[in-house]
């Protein structure tokens, strides 16, 4: 094990704070449950975790926020994410928090292909109304890039993709202990790696990494952002300042912040384009 890796994608990347944020995390997830219209675990595929919940924009709907959470392809679940939603509804998105099947059950190539198949049930659920942004954190942005770079010919056009803190070269994973579920090896970390894989004519990227998340963290967003440019496609970068790989949340999930700000111009640039 490369005790360097394991250091930059787990050990380093942890905060004591983490278990008390995490837990009013799932306060206020609980919370907007009990006060929202929401609709909870809407079926988009026949596994148990093949499931999402949608809440619906307040007022004339703009477009639909796909979100999928955080985990590391192998924890997790969208119920602790809730709370991102309400602020997004509130100015007008709908929003769809999304479970995914879970390693080592399934591999991560057959976990973003089981996904896939959230796309088109989120978008009925919406009424096919408006734009469509991906949007995903740590593993979950990995998950919104893939479908992203995935768009079929003849598909309705994603408007954005929002990519929190994402790791996007798995190759550094094999070395550590979370490989224990991921299971991968060079050849399939690199398969399964969509920065390699970047090409032009995808939609418009909002790169966003916590200004205190390790080095390798910032690298990995910094590289993609090059790349996704490189490529021909808009990109934008966006360093939180001070945020960890979890408090990024709190202002993404914030009316009013400048990152919230940046989500919500993603779906003006579609009306505009």
């Not at 477009?63 to 509804?89: E, I, M, N």
């Not at 089981?114 to 740590?138: E, F, K, N, T, W």
């Not at 490529?231 to 790989?245: F, M, Q, V, Y």
Request: glycine content about 8%.
């Amino acid at each position: 094990m490369n005790d360097d890796f394991q250091y930059q994608y787990v050990h380093g990347q942890a905060r004591p704070g983490f278990p008390a944020l995490l837990a009013d995390y799932e306060a206020r997830s609980r919370a907007a449950v009990a006060a929202g219209d929401c609709v909870i675990d809407l079926r988009y595929g026949p596994h148990p975790r093949q499931s999402f919940d949608f809440f619906p924009a307040r007022g004339r709907p703009h477009g639909t926020l796909a979100y999928f959470h955080a985990g590391y392809w192998q924890s997790r679940d969208k119920s602790t994410f809730r709370f991102v939603a309400p602020a997004y509804a509130q100015a007008g998105i709908h929003v769809a928090l999304v479970n995914y099947p879970l390693c080592p059950e399934v591999s991560v190539a057959a976990l973003v292909e089981a996904a896939r198949a959230c796309v088109p049930a989120i978008r009925a659920q919406a009424g096919h109304d408006g734009a469509l942004v991906l949007a995903g954190h740590s593993a979950g942005a990995h998950i919104a890039v893939e479908l992203a770079l995935a768009q079929r010919d003849g598909a309705t056009p994603f408007a954005g993709v929002a990519a929190l803190s994402g790791i996007y070269d798995l190759a550094p994973l094999v070395e550590t202990t979370l490989n224990d579920k991921l299971q991968l090896d060079a050849a399939s970390a690199r398969a399964c790696s969509p920065l390699h894989r970047v090409h032009a004519g995808a939609a418009p990227a909002l790169v966003v990494v916590g200004e205190a998340e390790t080095p390798a963290f910032v690298a990995q967003s910094r590289d993609f952002h090059a790349a996704w440019s490189a490529a021909g496609n808009r990109s934008a970068l966006h360093i939180e300042p001070g945020a960890d790989h979890f408090s990024l949340l709190e202002p993404f999930a914030s009316a009013g912040s400048a990152l919230f700000r940046k989500v919500l111009d993603l779906f003006a640039g579609a009306r505009d384009s």
